[in-house]
């Protein structure tokens, strides 16, 4: 059942969670997180023992349609069990994903509008005291942003006028097969903008495959970035493949030392894409396994 983001409902929520419920994770400068984007076919409850078990810190839920963590599927009870589920084993809720487009029709935005709404109603019946980010790709083809980059504007103003009503933060991510696809896109738009409530959501694997340069690409983003997705990518903007963080040419040990340098605080969180998982054979597990193994050394390596 969907419950609307109100005045009422948030402080009822906010004093029955800090009467009855544990703390959440400590806080992590940066934290080593996990997508349940990629645990589709887990119970939620098996993915979070999973990740905690393997050593991440962070997780994300997937808001999108299909997944057991859409927000109209969630009862107060059940947001009760995952908030004290997640404290119990130490994980922070980082991140919400609910993939939807700049874009879309008129009809289409206002339920965009109303998404947002009820994944601000969840970060903070989840995690009142440290609502997750919540964070989107953008939509539209890669040869269409002059066209439609003014529409993109305006829709995301509104965009962050939700999120700030409902007291998050929006991070848009540009896609190497979207209009918004360079870091000067995320840019042009964050200025037009210019509401504190949407930052950009930063996933290197996307720029490489357009041959853009690790360094650049972080110096440019970085100040404007409040999550961090990573995953390898094969090919380039043509073709391409995405693959799990080591599968891949991405230098980790680079990457998480530049973090390191530029003091910056958030979520590295592994996505798996659904050319990965969509793959017959796909085990969850197994891959979350092989993620942790390939990037915590240099996590550890770059004093994270």
């Not at 440019?220 to 995953?231: G, Q, S």
């Not at 605080?265 to 969509?278: A, I, K, L, P, Y």
């Amino acid at each position: 059942m969907n419950h609307p983001f109100t005045r009422r409902h948030f402080l009822a929520t906010a004093t029955l969670a800090a009467c009855s419920l544990p703390a959440a994770a400590p806080a992590r400068r940066v934290g080593l997180g996990f997508s349940l984007y990629g645990m589709k076919t887990l119970p939620v409850e098996q993915a979070l023992r999973v990740c905690a078990e393997i050593g991440f810190h962070d997780v994300e839920f997937a808001l999108n349609p299909g997944y057991a963590t859409e927000p109209k599927l969630l009862s107060p009870a059940q947001r009760k069990e995952l908030r004290a589920q997640l404290a119990g084993l130490g994980l922070r809720l980082a991140a919400l994903m609910d993939n939807i487009h700049l874009t879309a029709d008129d009809a289409t935005h206002t339920k965009n509008l109303e998404r947002i709404q009820a994944a601000a109603q969840l970060a903070h019946d989840l995690t009142p005291d440290a609502p997750p980010v919540l964070e989107t790709v953008m939509g539209g083809k890669p040869a269409e942003w002059d066209k439609v980059k003014a529409q993109m504007a305006a829709r995301l103003a509104d965009w962050g006028k939700a999120a700030a009503a409902g007291k998050i933060t929006l991070c848009i991510k540009p896609h190497v097969g979207s209009a918004a696809h360079l870091p000067e896109h995320a840019l042009w738009l964050l200025d037009h903008v210019k509401n504190p409530a949407v930052k950009a959501a930063y996933d290197f694997s996307h720029y490489q495959l357009r041959g853009l340069d690790l360094g650049k690409t972080l110096d440019a983003l970085l100040p404007h970035t409040a999550f961090i997705h990573v995953k390898d990518a094969i090919g380039d903007a043509a073709k391409f493949q995405f693959a799990l963080p080591g599968e891949g040419t991405i230098d980790y040990a680079d990457y998480f030392r530049r973090l390191k340098a530029a003091n910056w605080s958030g979520s590295v969180c592994v996505e798996v894409s659904g050319q990965v998982f969509g793959k017959p054979g796909y085990d969850p597990v197994v891959a979350a396994k092989k993620c942790h193994a390939a990037l915590a050394p240099a996590f550890k390596q770059a004093g994270l």
